[in-house]
């Protein structure tokens, strides 16, 4: 019974710069949620609102079915009686403190009994691999083990919402990769609801049961991270979901035949087929394709016919940029392969949905198949 | 807001040049009376220091008098201290304040100074002049000069001062109406666009439902529809028309030079009939056969629009896959020969025999006693097959799921037995069967259970030649009853084995003519082990024999147990 509840949040810095608009969400019991977005887009500010670091201009925000934040009804519950747990983005760990210090002195503070404390912070060392680093300081540590107090200080109280801001930030990429597993498995082993804050993509897709993407205070889409991979609401949230990012094609439409769209480039035809609902379109429409670069394979039989403009080859996969008229495509193909820039290739589109937005509003209009003429 | 600023600069300027303007004409005119006034009161110093040496007593009225007429003015005589002695204007008017103007120690210093007074609707311009008596006494004399012009020229300076801000708030007041009419205007204009906005968004979410319903409706149409214009492109095609004449989404795509070399073949033969059909403007049905065996009922329509009356509007084809109606209608109408043929064999013989018995003084008793027989056998016959054929229609009707009651299969099918044991006897056939001992029960009717099993058992007979063997085993097999009929007879060749339970299909007719038989049998079969919720298999090699399997749920106990619950 962990859910976070935020209705209307609003948060004004002063009288023009409104750092988050109205913003509603749910966060239930056990889910890992991510806010993602650029860094300056709020997402922050919303993590401090939630602890109770930050006030809200406006709205209400609810911990575990109690309203612990109301504009309306002037409530502020202190940080230290939300029952959060908080990871800032530096550990903030005490640097005269040995290891063991550090994570007992929150539950000294707490008046629990010397043995009880004991008992808990060993389990704890256990359970994040620090055995044997008791009594070091800090300074003496590296930064994953640091990361690790620090979450194992913020685990000490047994909190059942965990906040953590950018924890991974200062790692580099392997140890980063590693604390990602680390991470997702004690919250399989916690049961706690996390929220956790991220500008990288990447950590947010790998990591979260859902995730909350956030652009200039707005908040974006909300779903689960194959919902915002496969059916993102805007181009934003195509745009900053993946890597290589997604292709954006433009094209002009019109309505054919029942519900189709006959997409029309000066590079390629298509024929879009929507499967989630018809749209009507006005003749000459701009629209704009979404092609993930995985739903891009080179063959023989492909009607669109281009260029090899750059082949990055990694191992594993193969990014390969492909030009067709002024238009650039990356696709990646997996397995070893590598091409010869200028080589000419046919393309065709893999069986999929791909979405389609309206270029002026830059919402999406509807999922469909494609098909090439 | 800069605009007017800047628009409202010009006449600012313009009024503070007249205000600095008439300002400057009223010292001009002051600074020439002044002139006129200093000159007037050196000539009445002059005049003055003059009568002091002729002796003569200066304040006394008649010299001030005199002094008034010499400077055509009023003149006044103060003292030292600046009480007033001596007015040569005896109206009353009120005298000039010397110490308004001047203070006394300028005064008394000789200095001339000069002051303007207002009275009786007219300025004066006061000139004051210090002068020592020989007795040590000290005056003041005044000449008041009036200023004549200088009432006009306040009243214009006040009037352009007055005109000038009237005019400049009266164009800032209305500046502000103007800015606020306009906002509001603009708050208006957002307004409506913001209605606007919301109008098409629901205009939008409205056209996109109705495009899905009717997409819907279409594409789970059972035929193909496909719009032709007047021009006989294609305006519009169903998912079914597409899979149907194999025509690509590709064909859509607007603005395409020689569509029609795309066109499948089986959409040019369409469009041909198409074609023709607008050429005569009739209505058109054909069946189409396609290079794969199908055939398509092809039904053209002239449509007509139905907004603009008797507006040709192009036309529309239905598409409908026919194969297995067809199909079905062949084999109906071989049936019907068939029947009528089979029906017809019996009551030939039967009438035949009939008219030979009708002279039968002519025959012996022998040839009689066989006609009978020929009658009577071939009235059986026919009366088997009618009943078979009444049967075959009558199987939904007469046993629905009310008329079920628990049975005893196996009882059942004892109970048949000797019949079909004395069947096989004849035609010299090895009768195996195979009963289970113990009891089974499922919901159903004797009569269906007979007919299935005496059918199946007669068909293996009909069809093993003499010397061969047939089984018929019934067991209880997990829920189900499992009745088998096996034979080692001529069997089924591969090929027709889907069709041998559909209704008037019989395998070669050749070999049924021998035969008899209405091809009606495992039809009646299939029917009714339907209707009991059964299946039927059958395994089949042709000259090694068949066997049918039927599959028949059995009655859990539970179930008849809550049934009498």
């Known amino acids: ?373 | 807001m800069k605009r007017f600023i800047l628009s409202m600069l010009v006449p600012v300027c313009a009024f503070i040049f007249l205000v600095v303007l008439s300002f400057f004409c009223i010292s001009v005119y002051k600074s020439e009376v002044q002139k006129q006034a200093i000159h007037t009161m050196e000539v009445l110093d002059d005049y003055i220091s003059k009568a002091k040496a002729n002796g003569e007593s200066i304040d006394s009225r008649t010299f001030i008098t005199r002094l008034s007429e010499i400077a055509d003015c009023r003149v006044c005589l103060f003292s030292g201290e600046g009480n007033l002695l001596i007015d040569s204007d005896t109206t009353g008017s009120k005298d000039p304040d010397p110490y308004s103007a001047v203070n006394t120690t300028e005064t008394k210093n000789g200095v001339i100074s000069d002051s303007i007074s207002y009275q009786d609707n007219q300025h004066f311009l006061n000139e004051f002049s210090y002068f020592k008596s020989d007795n040590a006494n000290s005056f003041i004399i005044c000449a008041s000069f009036p200023l004549s012009r200088f009432n006009n020229l306040l009243l214009i300076q006040k009037s352009i001062i007055l005109g000038g801000c009237i005019l400049l708030i009266t164009a800032v007041l209305f500046y502000g109406l103007w800015q606020k009419a306009l906002s509001s205007k603009t708050i208006g204009i957002t307004k409506s666009s913001n209605g606007l906005i919301n109008k098409i968004k629901k205009i939008e979410l409205y056209a996109n439902e109705r495009i899905s319903l009717l997409s819907t409706v279409l594409a789970n149409m059972e035929s193909g529809i496909i719009l032709f214009g007047t021009d006989c492109s294609i305006l519009m095609m169903n998912p079914k028309a597409q899979s149907l004449t194999g025509a690509k989404s590709s064909l859509f795509f607007p603005h395409r030079p020689n569509p029609e070399l795309e066109y499948p073949p089986v959409l040019i033969a369409i469009l041909k009939m198409v074609r023709n059909s607008m050429s005569s403007k009739k209505t058109l049905i054909q069946d189409l056969h396609t290079d794969d065996g199908k055939i398509l009922s092809i039904h053209i329509d002239i449509v007509y629009s139905k907004y603009i009356p008797y507006t040709f509007y192009g036309t529309q084809a239905f598409i409908t896959d026919v194969t297995e109606k067809r199909r079905m209608e062949k084999i109906k109408d071989e049936f019907v020969s068939n029947v009528s043929h089979e029906l017809r064999t019996p009551l030939t013989l039967i009438s035949g025999f009939a008219e030979t018995l009708q002279d039968w003084r002519e025959l012996d008793d022998k040839d009689c006693e066989r006609a009978l027989e020929i009658i009577d056998i071939e009235s059986k016959r026919l009366k088997h097959m009618i009943s078979q054929l009444l049967d075959l229609s009558h199987i939904e009707s007469r046993i629905g799921a009310n008329n079920l009651v628990p049975i005893d299969p196996i009882e059942t099918i004892r109970s048949i037995i000797s019949t079909i044991q004395a069947l096989s006897e004849k035609r010299n056939i090895n009768f195996k069967i195979e009963l289970a001992s113990e009891k089974a029960e499922i919901l159903g009717d004797k009569v269906s259970i007979v007919q299935i099993v005496s059918n199946l058992c007669e068909n293996a007979i009909k069809y093993t030649p003499s010397g061969g063997n047939v089984l018929l085993s019934v067991q209880k097999e997990k829920n189900h009853l499992v009745i088998l009929v096996k034979d080692n007879g001529i069997g089924i060749p591969e090929s027709e084995i889907p069709h041998i339970f559909e209704r008037f299909y019989r395998v070669e007719k050749s070999r049924n003519t021998k035969r008899g038989g209405s091809g009606l049998g495992l039809s009646i079969v299939k029917g009714l082990v339907d209707e009991l919720g059964g299946d039927i298999s059958v395994k089949s090699r042709l000259h090694y024999g068949s066997t049918f399997t039927v599959h028949l749920p059995l009655l859990c106990k539970e179930v008849t147990e809550g049934k009498t619950k």
């Open chain 1, 1 to 373: 019974m962990s859910d976070i509840i935020l209705k209307n949040i609003v948060k004004r810095f002063d009288k023009f710069t409104i750092a988050v608009n109205n913003l509603s969400l749910e966060i239930h019991d056990g889910d890992f949620v991510t806010l993602l977005g650029p860094s300056g887009c709020g997402k922050t500010t919303i993590l401090r609102m939630i602890a109770g670091l930050e006030q809200p201009t406006n709205g209400e925000i609810y911990i575990d079915g109690k309203i612990v934040f109301s504009s309306i009804k002037k409530i502020d519950v202190p940080p230290e009686k939300r029952n959060v747990g908080f990871i800032f983005q530096n550990y903030a760990l005490w640097p005269h403190m040995t290891v063991y210090k550090n994570i007992a002195f929150g539950l000294e503070n707490m008046k629990w009994k010397r043995s009880r404390v004991e008992e808990r912070v060993k389990e704890l060392l256990k359970m994040l691999h620090l055995e044997g680093f008791e009594d070091r300081y800090p300074s003496e540590l590296s930064g994953g083990q640091q990361q690790r107090v620090a979450i194992a200080r913020m685990l000490a109280a047994n909190p059942k919402i965990l906040l953590m801001d950018e924890p991974m930030s200062n790692l580099d990429r392997k140890l980063r990769m590693e604390m990602r597993m680390e991470l997702k498995n004690l919250h399989l082993q916690t049961h706690s609801t996390f929220v956790y804050v991220t500008h990288d993509q990447l950590e947010a897709m790998t990591m979260s049961t859902k995730i909350s993407l956030i652009k200039s205070g707005l908040l974006q889409q909300f779903g689960s991270p194959l919902e915002i991979y496969c059916e993102p609401a805007n181009i934003f949230v195509a745009d900053f979901v993946g890597s290589p990012s997604i292709n954006l094609i433009r094209f002009s439409g019109e309505n054919v035949n029942l519900d189709e769209i006959a997409l029309s480039s000066s590079e390629m035809r298509l024929i879009f087929t929507p499967i989630t609902g018809g749209v009507a379109i006005s003749k000459g429409a701009k629209l704009v394709l979404g092609i993930r670069p995985e739903n891009i394979s080179i063959s023989n039989d492909g009607l669109i016919k281009g260029k090899v403009y750059s082949s990055l080859p990694s191992g594993m996969e193969t990014v390969v940029c492909i030009i067709i008229g002024s238009v650039k495509l990356n696709c990646v193909l997996f397995g070893r392969i590598d091409y010869k820039a200028g080589k000419p290739v046919a393309i065709s589109f893999k069986d999929d949905d791909y979405p389609l937005f309206d270029e002026e509003t830059g919402e999406r209009i509807a999922l469909g198949k494609l098909e090439t003429v």
